[in-house]
C-alpha cells in the first residue's frame, strides 16, 4: 500500500520550505486545571487577527504518547476529528477550523508519539551520526522544527500553537522546554500567553488568586516568562485584583485579561476584543494594530442567535450520549445550522442502548428531526436500528451518518427487503446478508492506526435527489472514516425497494449517500459532513436536515 494523500502533503512540507524569517509564533500555555479552554482562546485570538487581514494558522501539541488520538476511546479523548488530507486529529482542532473558516491538515497536530517516532526512525537510518540520542537536542529539536513547520513555508503571518496537557506535568516538559529554546531564537516573533484558572470560594464569597501566581511561576522555573494572562473565572474579577496578578507574575496589567463564562463559545472572540487581547498581542509582537477587525459577518451570526425564538427539538441517537464531546462536530453544526435559520437548537440526547420498542414511542414522537449517530462496534446498535424503524415508518426528518447510514441499510434490508439476518460484517462476520462489508482494500490491514478510509474525497450525487439540491450542486467532496462500505451486489434490490444509491465515488463507485425519496428527509451518507461545517458557512446538508426538521414541526401544530 503506498503513502496516503496525508503522508505525502506532510513530506512536501518538509521538503519544499520556503524560509520566512517574519512569521511569528503565538504560544498558548495552561495552568492550575485541565479544560480551561486553551483551544478556544486559540481560536478566538485567531479569529481576530483574520478579521484585521492576516493570514493565521493554529496548531495543537499534545503530550500522550499514542500517534494520534484515532485509537483512543471517546470516553478517553472525546471526539476523534479528520483533517482534509486524513489526519485523526485532537478535537480542538474542529474548533480551530469552525471558528477561522480554514481547513486544517496532519502538520497542524502534533502528539508525543509522533515526535518520538520520528526521532527514532532518523536513529534508525543513522541520520545522528552515532550521537547518543538524547530529550535535549534530539526531542527538543523534532518539537521546534514541527512548530515552525507551518510558518516556515510562507503561507501565514501567524501560527498560535497550543501547547496540551497543563504546566507541571511531567509529559508536557519537552514542549515547555522548547517554547523556551525559540522564545529566545525568536525574539520579538515569539510570544507567550498562559491561561490559567481564578475559583471562587463560595463559602469565603472570595476569588483566588494565588493558584495563578504558582502556575506562573512553574512556567517562570522552566524559563518562560508570559507575555499575557488569561483568567478563566465564573466571577467578574475586579481591576485592583488584575493589577494584583499584573505585579506577582511581572506581567503588565493591560496584559491581564478575563475569560468569563458567556452562554456560547462564539462570543468568546468578541469578549477578548472588548479587552484588546488583539491589539496588546500585535503591539508586544511589533505590530502597530490599525483599525478594527471586520467582524460584520461573526456578529451577523450572534444577532440571529440572539434574537432567535423559535425552537427546533433535534433527537441525536448514540452510545455516548453522555460525553459532552464525543459528538461535539455533530452538536456544533446542528447550533450553527440552527443559527442561521433563525431557530434556537433543541438537542436531545437518546442512548441508544437504552432505546427500545417498548419505549420507542416515549423517547421519539417529540423530535422533530433525528440523528443517527456514527461510531464502532456492536454496542447499542439494536437502538439504532429501533430509532430508525420507528422514525422511517412515522416518515420523521432522518439523518444517518457513518455508521448511522449503515444502519440505515441494514435497517431496510431486513424490515424492507424481508432479510431478517441482514448485518455488517463488522457486528456479525458470518451474516448471511453482509448489506453492509469490509472494503477491500482493508482486508489485508493488521494495524488499527491511521489506517482506515480518511480524509476528504469526491462524491458525484444523482442531479435530481434531495442531497444534489441541498448541496446546489452534482460535486461534493467530504470527509471520511471508516473501514466499511455498502456491499453494491445489493444495489438493485434496494433501489427497487425504494431505497436509492444517490451519491458515489467517481472513482471507486463506492457508495456514499442513500435516501428515500418518498420520505420528507430520510438521508444517509458514508462521510461525516459535521467535519465542514463552520460558524460562517455551515454544512448545506446540515442546513436542509434542519430546514426539514422545521416544516416538520410545523406541519405537527
Same mark, same amino acid.
Given at each position: 500500500m503506498g503513502l496516503d494523500p496525508g503522508v505525502h502533503f506532510y513530506n512536501s512540507l518538509i521538503n519544499n520550505l520556503i524560509v520566512s524569517v517574519e512569521t511569528k509564533y503565538i504560544f498558548v500555555t495552561g495552568g492550575v486545571v485541565s479544560s480551561l479552554g486553551k483551544g478556544i482562546i486559540s481560536s478566538s485570538l485567531a479569529r481576530l487577527l483574520l478579521a484585521r487581514g492576516y493570514r493565521v494558522t493554529i496548531q495543537k501539541f499534545d503530550p500522550y504518547i499514542n500517534v494520534d488520538p484515532g485509537t483512543l476511546n471517546p470516553y478517553e479523548h472525546g471526539e476523534c476529528y479528520v483533517t482534509v488530507d486524513g489526519h485523526e486529529a485532537d478535537l480542538d482542532l474542529g474548533h480551530y477550523e469552525r471558528f477561522t473558516n480554514t481547513p486544517t491538515t496532519r502538520a497542524n497536530n502534533v502528539t508525543t508519539g509522533r515526535i518520538y517516532q520520528s526521532v527514532i526512525n532518523k536513529e534508525r537510518r543513522g541520520d545522528y551520526l552515532g550521537k547518543t540520542v538524547q530529550i535535549i537536542p534530539h526531542i527538543t529539536d523534532e518539537i521546534k522544527r514541527n512548530v515552525k513547520l507551518l510558518g516556515n513555508t510562507g503561507k501565514f503571518d501567524f501560527v498560535i500553537t497550543e501547547i496540551g496537557g497543563t504546566v507541571g506535568d511531567i509529559e508536557s516538559t519537552p514542549y515547555l522546554e522548547a517554547v523556551r529554546q525559540l522564545r529566545w531564537e525568536l525574539g520579538k516573533n515569539a510570544l507567550c500567553i498562559h491561561l490559567t484558572y481564578v475559583p471562587y470560594l463560595r463559602a469565603a464569597k472570595e476569588l483566588k488568586t494565588k493558584p495563578t501566581q504558582h502556575s506562573v511561576k512553574l512556567l517562570q522555573q522552566v524559563g518562560i516568562q508570559p507575555d499575557v494572562l488569561v483568567l478563566r473565572t465564573e466571577k467578574d474579577i475586579p481591576a485592583? /485584583?488584575?493589577?494584583?496578578?499584573?505585579?506577582?507574575?511581572?506581567?503588565? %496589567?493591560?496584559?491581564?485579561?478575563?475569560?468569563?463564562?458567556?452562554?456560547?463559545?462564539?462570543?468568546?472572540?468578541?469578549?477578548?476584543?472588548?479587552?484588546? &487581547?488583539? !491589539?496588546?498581542?500585535?503591539?508586544? @509582537?511589533?505590530?502597530?494594530?490599525?483599525?478594527?477587525?471586520?467582524? *460584520?459577518?461573526?456578529?451577523?451570526?450572534?444577532?440571529?442567535?440572539?434574537?432567535?425564538? *423559535?425552537?427546533v427539538t433535534i433527537g441525536l441517537v448514540g452510545k455516548y450520549v453522555e460525553l459532552q464531546d464525543a459528538y461535539k462536530s455533530i452538536n456544533e453544526s446542528l447550533f450553527q445550522a440552527a443559527t442561521h435559520l433563525d431557530h434556537k437548537l433543541n438537542l436531545v440526547y437518546i442512548h441508544s442502548e437504552k432505546l427500545n420498542e417498548a419505549n420507542a414511542d416515549e423517547k421519539l414522537s417529540g423530535m422533530d428531526g433525528v440523528i443517527i449517530a456514527p461510531g464502532f462496534g456492536q454496542r447499542g446498535i439494536d437502538g439504532k436500528f429501533v430509532a430508525l424503524k420507528w422514525c422511517r415508518e412515522?416518515?420523521? %426528518?432522518?439523518?444517518?451518518?457513518?455508521? =448511522?447510514?449503515?444502519?440505515?441499510?441494514? !435497517?431496510?434490508?431486513?424490515?424492507?427487503? =424481508? &432479510?431478517?439476518?441482514?448485518?455488517?460484517? *463488522?457486528?456479525?462476520?458470518?451474516? %448471511?446478508?453482509?448489506? $453492509?462489508?469490509? @472494503?477491500?482494500?482493508?482486508?489485508? $490491514?493488521?494495524? /488499527?492506526?491511521?489506517? /482506515?478510509?480518511?480524509?476528504?474525497?469526491?462524491?458525484?450525487?444523482?442531479?435530481?435527489?434531495?442531497?444534489?439540491?441541498?448541496?446546489?450542486s452534482t460535486e461534493v467532496s467530504e470527509r471520511h472514516r471508516h473501514r466499511f462500505e455498502f456491499n453494491d451486489e445489493y444495489r438493485a434490490r434496494f433501489e427497487e425497494a425504494g431505497m436509492k444509491c444517490v451519491g458515489e465515488n467517481p472513482d471507486t463507485h463506492l457508495v456514499e449517500v442513500v435516501e428515500i425519496p418518498e420520505k420528507r428527509w430520510f438521508i444517509g451518507t458514508q462521510y461525516h459532513p459535521e467535519y465542514q461545517s463552520t460558524v460562517l458557512n455551515p454544512n448545506p446538508l446540515f442546513l436542509d436536515f434542519v430546514k426539514a426538521a422545521i416544516a416538520y414541526r410545523d406541519e405537527k401544530k
Open positions: 485592583g /485584583m488584575r493589577r494584583k496578578v499584573a505585579q506577582f507574575c511581572n506581567v503588565d %496589567p493591560e496584559a491581564v485579561i478575563q475569560s468569563i463564562d458567556v452562554p456560547t463559545i462564539y462570543q468568546v472572540p468578541l469578549t477578548m476584543h472588548d479587552q484588546h &487581547l488583539d !491589539e496588546i498581542v500585535l503591539r508586544k @509582537m511589533g505590530v502597530e494594530p490599525k483599525g478594527e477587525p471586520n467582524l *460584520e459577518a461573526w456578529n451577523q451570526f450572534l444577532h440571529k442567535l440572539s434574537t432567535a425564538t *423559535e425552537q412515522h416518515d420523521v %426528518p432522518t439523518f444517518g451518518i457513518c455508521l =448511522g447510514m449503515q444502519c440505515m441499510v441494514i !435497517e431496510f434490508a431486513r424490515n424492507v427487503l =424481508g &432479510l431478517p439476518e441482514a448485518n455488517s460484517t *463488522e457486528m456479525d462476520p458470518n451474516t %448471511p446478508d453482509n448489506v $453492509i462489508d469490509l @472494503m477491500e482494500e482493508q482486508k489485508s $490491514i493488521s494495524n /488499527m492506526g491511521g489506517t /482506515m478510509r480518511l480524509g476528504a474525497f469526491d462524491c458525484r450525487l444523482l442531479p435530481q435527489s434531495r442531497v444534489a439540491k441541498a448541496y446546489g
